[in-house]
């Protein structure tokens, strides 16, 4: 049974930074995308990130471009989004995803979600 659990959410002020993370557990993901998903209150959940498990490609959207790093630890199973330069509209709740796509961005791609983890960001 594949896991994916995400943590390291919490409450920032504007312009601070924090580190989320994505321990997977039941099958490796070699081969795969591993990806980061937002949900904002009222909005649809959208892209944030992704990396390649195996050659360590990434993608970011527009919105995150230059502030987020995407990374991932083989050894440990681990991906991680490090969020800088934070703003009150990086406010949302924060989804890991794998799916054996490659290269995905869309969240219908993705086989695999976790339980999100909350970013509050206050002005």
């Known amino acids: 049974q594949v896991q994916l659990v995400e943590s390291g959410g919490g409450l920032v002020q504007a312009g601070g930074s924090l580190r989320l993370s994505c321990a997977g557990s039941?099958?490796?993901?070699?081969?795969?995308?591993m990806g980061w998903f937002r949900q904002a209150p009222g909005k649809e959940r959208e892209f944030v990130s992704h990396?390649?498990?195996?050659?360590?490609?990434?993608n970011y959207a527009d919105s995150v471009k230059g502030r987020f790093t995407i990374s991932r630890d083989n050894a440990k199973n681990t991906v991680y989004l490090q969020m800088a330069s934070l703003k009150p509209e990086d406010t949302a709740v924060y989804y890991c995803?794998?799916?054996?796509?490659?290269?995905?961005?869309?969240?219908?791609?993705?086989?695999?979600w976790g339980r999100g983890t909350q970013v509050t960001v206050s002005s």
């Open positions: 039941g099958r490796t993901f070699s081969g795969n995308t």
């Open positions: 990396i390649t498990w195996n050659s360590g490609i990434t």
């Open positions: 995803a794998a799916t054996s796509s490659v290269l995905a961005t869309f969240e219908y791609q993705y086989n695999y």
